[in-house]
Structure formats: structure tokens, C-alpha cells
Nanobody, 130 residues
């Protein structure tokens, strides 16, 4: 069974950078697209980004486009979220999640549908503050 573990969160000043990692075990990520979501206190969950398992297509929320980059290292079975130019409003717990290549198709804004993800990590806290 696929298990996901996030790491790389922490406290950073506005304008700074962090790289989050989502390490998978139990199965190859070749069969899963990986999404990043975040939850801030008092706010609804937000889909941040997603990378598809087949052609590596990437998807971003408008709020992070141009600042965040999602990537995948198949040899390490890990997905990364490089976050640059961080803002206080990026403060949240960040979760990675996996959706099977054999599940609902990934297209358009479907990457935001949380119910289409079958495995979730425990989350990592990102705090952007001076």
C-alpha cells in the first residue's frame, strides 16, 4: 500500500524559499499523480499543485503560479514542491496526496478534487513570518 511522507516545512521570512518533499513507499509513483494541498487556520483547503504520472503535466493554483514549482524524481520515488517568494498567506499545513493512474482521469481542474486522491501524507507545517 502506498504511503506518503512529507518533509521540508519550517519557518521562513517573507520572500524566502522552502522545498517540500513527498517521499513515497510501498509502490512506485509511476502509477500515481501527486498533488499538493494546503490548509490554513480558518480557511478552506486549497489545491496548490499537481504533477501527472504519465507525461509529467503540471498544474498550479493561480495563487502560487510563477512562484511554486512541482517536480518528480522517479529514481528517488519522490515529488518536490519548490516554493519561492513566499508570502505570509502561504502559511499552512501542506499535504501531498496520490491519485491512481487507473482512477478518475486527470484533466483541466480535476486535479483539485480531493476525493480523487486515495493516499495522503501526514502534512508539514509552513510558516511565513518576519
Amino acid at each position: 500500500q502506498l504511503q506518503l511522507v512529507e518533509s521540508g516545512g519550517g519557518l521562513v521570512q517573507p520572500g524566502g524559499s522552502l522545498r517540500l518533499s513527498c517521499a513515497a513507499s510501498g509502490s512506485s509513483l509511476d502509477y500515481y499523480s501527486i498533488g499538493w494541498f494546503r490548509q490554513a487556520p480558518g480557511k478552506e483547503d486549497e489545491g496548490v499543485s499537481c504533477i501527472s504520472n504519465d507525461d509529467g503535466s503540471t498544474y498550479y493554483a493561480d495563487s502560487v503560479k510563477g512562484r511554486f514549482t512541482i517536480s518528480r524524481d522517479t529514481a528517488k520515488n519522490t515529488v518536490y514542491l519548490q516554493m519561492n517568494s513566499l508570502k505570509p498567506e502561504d502559511t499552512a499545513v501542506y499535504y501531498c496526496a496520490a491519485r491512481s493512474a487507473f482512477g478518475p482521469p486527470l484533466f483541466g481542474s480535476s486535479w483539485r478534487v480531493k476525493n480523487d486522491y486515495e493516499s495522503w501524507g501526514q502534512g508539514t507545517q509552513v510558516t511565513v513570518s518576519s
